[in-house]
């Protein structure tokens, strides 16, 4: 069972930046894959971020060159980076992640591990 607890989630003006953390525990194997998601009130749940255990990143087309994803596997934790924020960005955010292989890092099902979220706000 993983457990996946993320962080860094907050209220800022357009234009500024956020850094999100999601801190993995309760495993042992590697974990191969792990995302970011967000989903704003009305919406469905969608995919941001993707990266692999080797550290290959897919991003969406609406976050491309303002979003950064990395892992830390030593500290078994995922960020993400976001500038450049738009109001557009304010959701609700998850991290996710699967041990197995995923060649759809955007979609939400191949996670079998999701995080409780964090809110991010961003006023115009």
């Known amino acids: 069972q993983v457990q996946l607890l993320e962080s860094g989630g907050g209220s800022v003006q357009a234009g500024g930046s956020l850094r999100l953390s999601c801190a993995a525990s309760g495993h042992n194997d590697i974990i191969n894959c792990m995302g970011w998601f967000r989903q704003a009130p009305g919406k469905e749940r969608e995919g941001v971020a993707g990266?692999?255990?080797?550290?290959?990143?897919t991003y969406a087309d609406s976050v491309k060159g303002r979003f950064t994803a990395s892992r830390d596997n030593a500290k078994n934790t995922l960020y993400l980076q976001m500038n450049s924020l738009k109001p557009e960005d304010t959701a609700m955010y998850y991290c996710?992640?699967?041990?197995?292989?995923?060649?759809?890092?955007?979609?939400?099902?191949?996670?079998?591990?999701w995080g409780q979220g964090t809110q991010v706000t961003v006023s115009s």
């Open positions: 990266i692999d255990v080797d550290g290959q990143t």
């Open positions: 996710a992640a699967t041990l197995w292989r995923n060649h759809y890092p955007l979609r939400v099902t191949p996670y079998n591990y």
